[in-house]
């Protein structure tokens, strides 16, 4: 399968715990999003990478966020002192920046994260 | 700012045309989207328009832009069971990064 894979599908944690997040976008992707979509809402953008570097960042994104991709390849969103408020689903989405041409975000299955 | 407002429910018979309005805010959007939302599945872009088009047809699907109103909408021809789920519309802005703006979401319903 070629798609984005996101892992873990399901997580449930307690309040206070640390969780972590991985993305694997489409090979050769240079372009990859995280996005938050709580229930009954439409996605949130939260942050995306070019290759290895982060060109942006929600408000959205508090410092107990931090997301990394480190080769320009998978990436990781992780979430420090959860709080209930961060209950949503975390989606990942690559795209193939070349130029000035269009190029459709692809978007995995989401990571379903419940903070008890 | 940006927003991005679409109705809330939508319930047609099967055979019929859905129609799926949004409104946009912000003047600079790009392009705009049409995505499909399946229960656990992923996102799916059914179809998009440039900012420079008025109209665009895939199919069964027909995509209307009124800029002067920034409203978007998107018809679906002969609608069947398996277009039940939840439709967003979205907007970007090319060269800002491309970061897409959803709106809340239209569940349509479509009745046998």
């Known amino acids: 399968d070629t798609g984005v894979s996101q892992d873990p599908r399901h997580k449930i944690t307690k309040r206070g715990q640390n969780v972590t997040f991985r993305c694997d976008p489409i090979s050769e992707h240079n372009r990859l999003y995280w996005y938050r979509q709580t229930l009954g809402q439409g996605p949130e953008f939260l942050t995306y990478?070019?290759?290895?570097?982060?060109?942006?960042k929600s408000r959205l994104l508090s410092d107990r966020f931090s997301a990394e991709r480190p080769k320009g390849s998978f990436s990781t969103l992780e979430i420090q002192r959860t709080e209930q408020g961060d209950s949503a689903m975390y989606l990942c989405?690559?795209?193939?920046?070349?130029?000035?041409?269009?190029?459709?975000?692809?978007f995995g299955p989401g990571t379903r994260l419940t903070v008890l | 700012g940006e927003d991005v407002e679409q109705s809330l429910f939508l319930s047609v018979r099967e055979g019929d045309s859905s129609v799926i309005n949004c409104t946009y805010t912000d003047s600079s959007s790009t392009y705009l989207y049409w995505y499909k939302q399946e229960p656990g599945a992923g996102l799916q872009l059914l179809t998009y328009i440039f900012s420079n088009m008025d109209m665009k047809q895939d199919q069964r699907l027909t995509v209307l832009l009124n800029k002067k109103d920034k409203h978007l909408s998107l018809r679906i021809a002969d609608t069947q069971t398996g277009d039940s789920a939840i439709y967003f519309c979205a907007e970007s802005i090319w060269g800002a990064g491309n970061m897409l703006t959803f709106g809340g979401g239209t569940r349509l319903m479509v009745k046998p």
């Open positions: 989405a690559s795209s193939l920046r070349q130029g000035s041409s269009y190029n459709e975000q692809f």
């Open positions: 990478f070019q290759n290895e570097a982060q060109l942006e």
